[in-house]
């Protein structure tokens, strides 16, 4: 596993981070610990959870993500300052007006409550989730900012935010002296390309923002499982990845990357990892896991180095300028 900076900041992180969405939803609490514990030596410092995982489950609260990885914080012999654990704030939580959202009041009790869950006394990484356009940015920002400076937060970051909206934050941050996001967490994949390149990679790459993309493989349509002419499983996971990547543009950048991981001894999905990983913005990529057999595969693509040719033939297959 190889380690890089997130961003400007000194802390260091694995190239691959352990996405835990599926923890308490595909895969319960006993396999997410042995998930976890593979990952930590197989070389990974990194996990990311969000408070909402997995609310979406009948019956399940949310937080259950945060409390499973916070159970194995706390039973687990790995210590805790070797781990960077990564949160975030945004979603509904609750049934009242401020359950939800990115208020002062709502970060204030939602960081205390993943505290809680997580089962620590500090977040390495707390990240906002999506933008709330009902709060003004300096609220939200305030916030965050007193969270660093109590020690309850070490870094902010946030995830799916434009360009703009991203810039605009980074300016209000220095322009008050508030600690500002040193992360984002962006869609990004060889099959989804457009919304991170078109005018976020710059702007990260100017400002020092660390990259930290969630669904490089293309909600598992870059795994090589998905063919012309192959049957579709039956999912609502699958239909998805139907409409939004199943065309010829898609199919051709799995031969692609079936043909160069061929050449490196890669798979299709560690192939894709490793372009991912090929661009100087990314500091490090969410990969998640149902089974060990499955984190080990895809951790592999950490080891993968392409070659500009190899990266270029890549970019040039979905090229979406």
């Given amino acids: 596993m190889k380690y890089r900076r997130l961003g400007r900041t000194g802390l260091k992180v694995s190239t691959i981070c352990l996405g835990t969405m599926q923890f308490g939803w595909s895969t319960e609490e006993p396999d997410s610990q042995v ?42 012999h790995v210590s805790r300052d070797k781990l960077i654990i990564a949160t975030k704030i945004r979603g509904e939580m609750g049934e009242g007006p401020n359950d939800q959202g990115l208020s002062r009041q709502h970060i204030m009790n939602g ?8 089962q620590t006394d500090y977040i390495d990484l707390y990240q906002v989730h999506w933008p709330d356009e009902e709060t003004p940015l300096d609220e939200t920002l305030e916030a965050l900012n007193d969270l660093v400076r109590s020690g309850k937060v070490r870094y902010i970051g946030c995830s799916n935010y434009p360009a703009w909206l991203l810039a605009k934050s980074l300016w209000i941050s220095d322009s008050r002296g508030f600690s500002r ?27 020092g923002i660390g990259v930290i993309p969630y ?7 870059l795994t090589g499982k998905y063919r012309r002419g192959s ?4 999912s609502d996971r699958a239909e998805g990845i139907r409409k939004r990547y199943m065309n010829e543009e898609g199919f051709t950048a799995v031969d692609k990357l079936e043909l160069i991981g061929q050449e490196q001894g890669a798979t299709v999905a560690q192939t894709a990892i490793a372009w ?16 060990l057999e499955q984190l080990r595969d895809t951790f592999k693509g950490a080891d993968v180095n392409l070659g500009v040719e190899e990266k270029q033939v890549l970019d040039e297959t979905t090229a979406w300028k």
């Fill in 276 to 291: 991912v990983l090929a661009n100087p913005a990314v500091s490090s990529a969410i990969i998640g896991a149902n089974s």
């Fill in 111 to 118: 960081v205390e409550a993943s505290l809680r869950r997580l």
């Fill in 231 to 234: 049957d579709l499983p039956k």
């Fill in 215 to 221: 669904s490089p493989l293309g909600a598992g349509f």
């Fill in 35 to 76: 998930i976890m514990s593979e990952a930590v030596e197989l070389g990974c410092n990194f996990l990311d959870t969000a408070d909402i995982y997995s609310r979406w489950v009948d019956g399940n609260p949310g937080g259950v993500s945060e409390q499973i990885v916070g159970n194995w914080l706390a039973s687990n």
């Fill in 181 to 207: 996001f040193d992360s984002l967490q962006p869609h990004y994949s060889l099959v989804h390309r457009a919304e991170f390149e078109r005018e976020l990679e710059a702007l990260c790459l100017d400002q």
